[in-house]
Structures are given as structure tokens and as C-alpha cells.
């Protein structure tokens, strides 16, 4: 199966710095999504990017298939940022076979 | 809309015993999929439907059983508890057709946290 691996695993922030969070996939994918898991467990859904560059306020992601890789950009991060932010891809379109990677931990601090 | 909702929340079993995690989705969503989380790790994919009558397995899918009689309704049965069952248990679906444009992005449930001892 598909591999995936997200860098840093760990990443400390001071409130209205700005990161980068790696993803790395062994294969073709048309699927790729990113998600924040907050403290309380809930997933939410932030990009659905399979390719291409796409911004929603402060967060951004860019998808280069070619190289297998894809990039989530926080900027300005607040508190409120904090959790987990996890990779998933998948080979086909649907959605509903997704392969995680093992998450970046994201604490920022105020 | 609800989105996912998932039941219950929380669990405790005993070795051996069954049970049965309720999943259901308001959004008209083709495709079901249930996933579990052990402490650090990313989500593993169980068992997943791609519409009514149709489910297939997934990563690890040893130890559980599912059905769709419907499209709303996506129960995962246990059917004899193990501690190594122990975690938490998040239910997922996708794809739509929404006004001529497609949606492949999944939603997630709140989870069912279970503890097997």
C-alpha cells in the first residue's frame, strides 16, 4: 500500500509564528486531504487538494504530484491552531479509503 | 445538518462480549468508512462501503463485521471484545453530487472512545 510520512512529528510554535508541515507519498495519488484533529479528538476537514495550490484565511496547501509531496503553510498561528494535523491520500478519487500518516504535533504557545 | 454522529461516545467491555457501534450521516453521502486510532499513531482504515448493500475490507479488518442496509446507517458489530481492540473508533463518509459538482472530501464523527478489559 501507499506510504505516507509527515514531517516534523513535533513542532512548537510562539503565537504569530509561521510553519511548514511536509507530507511525503510513496505513490500516485488523486486523492489527498489535510486535517486538524483538535485537543478534543474531533477531525476536521481543512483541504481537499489532489493537486495544485489552495487558501483558506490563514492556512494554505500546495499538492505537487509529480514529486509526491504535499505542503501545509499556517501563518500568523494563534493558540487555537494547536493539535494534530494529519496527511491522508488515497489512490483513487472517492474518499472513503484514505491512508493517514502518523500526524504532526502542533503545540503553539501564547 | 447533523453530519456524522456516531454512539456512543464511550464504552467499557469485557473480553468476549459484542457490541455494536452505531454511525449515521444526514448528507447523502455514497461512501461509509470506519477507521481506528491507537495513542500517537495516524487512523487505520477497518472496513468501508461504497453505497447500500456493498462493504469491503480495509487494513484491519480482523475481529469486526459491518453491513449497509441503508444509505444513512453504517454500524462496525464486535463480535467477541479483545483488549487489543482497545481505541478509539471514528466513522467517516464521503462523495456526493452537490449542484453538478462532485465533493470527495470525508467527514468524520466524533469517535467511540472503548476500552476492552
Known amino acids: 500500500g501507499i506510504q505516507v510520512e509527515q514531517s516534523p512529528p513535533d513542532l512548537i510554535l510562539q503565537e504569530g509564528a509561521n510553519s511548514t508541515l511536509r507530507c511525503n507519498f510513496s505513490?500516485?495519488?488523486?486523492?489527498l486531504q489535510w486535517f486538524h484533529q483538535n485537543p478534543w479528538g474531533q477531525l476536521i476537514n481543512l483541504f481537499y487538494?489532489?493537486?495544485g495550490t489552495k487558501q483558506n484565511g490563514r492556512l494554505s496547501a500546495t499538492t505537487v504530484a509529480t514529486e509526491r509531496y504535499s505542503l501545509l503553510y499556517i501563518s500568523s498561528s494563534q493558540t487555537t491552531d494547536s493539535g494534530v494535523y494529519f496527511c491522508?491520500?488515497?489512490?483513487?478519487?472517492?474518499?472513503?479509503?484514505?491512508?493517514f500518516g502518523e500526524g504532526t504535533q502542533l503545540t503553539v504557545n501564547p | 445538518n447533523a453530519g456524522v454522529t456516531q454512539t456512543p461516545k464511550f464504552q467499557v467491555l469485557k473480553t468476549g462480549q459484542s457490541m455494536t457501534l452505531q454511525c449515521a450521516q444526514d448528507?447523502?453521502?455514497?461512501?461509509m468508512s470506519w477507521y481506528r486510532q491507537d495513542p500517537g499513531m495516524g487512523l487505520r482504515l477497518i472496513h468501508y462501503?461504497?453505497?447500500?448493500?456493498?462493504?469491503d475490507q480495509g487494513e484491519v479488518p480482523n475481529g469486526y463485521n459491518v453491513s449497509r442496509s441503508t444509505t444513512e446507517d453504517f454500524p462496525l458489530r464486535l463480535l467477541s471484545a479483545a483488549p487489543s481492540q482497545t481505541s478509539v473508533y471514528f466513522c467517516?463518509?464521503?462523495?456526493?453530487?452537490?449542484?453538478?459538482?462532485?465533493?470527495?472530501?470525508?467527514?468524520f464523527g466524533p469517535g467511540t472512545r472503548l476500552t476492552v478489559t
Open positions: 467517516a463518509s464521503s462523495f456526493s453530487l452537490n449542484r453538478g459538482a462532485y465533493s470527495y472530501e470525508q467527514y
Open positions: 505513490d500516485s495519488v488523486n486523492n
Open positions: 487538494i489532489p493537486s
Open positions: 491522508a491520500v488515497e489512490k483513487e478519487t472517492s474518499g472513503s479509503r484514505l491512508t
Open positions: 448528507m447523502n453521502h455514497e461512501y
Open positions: 462501503s461504497v453505497g447500500a448493500g456493498i462493504t
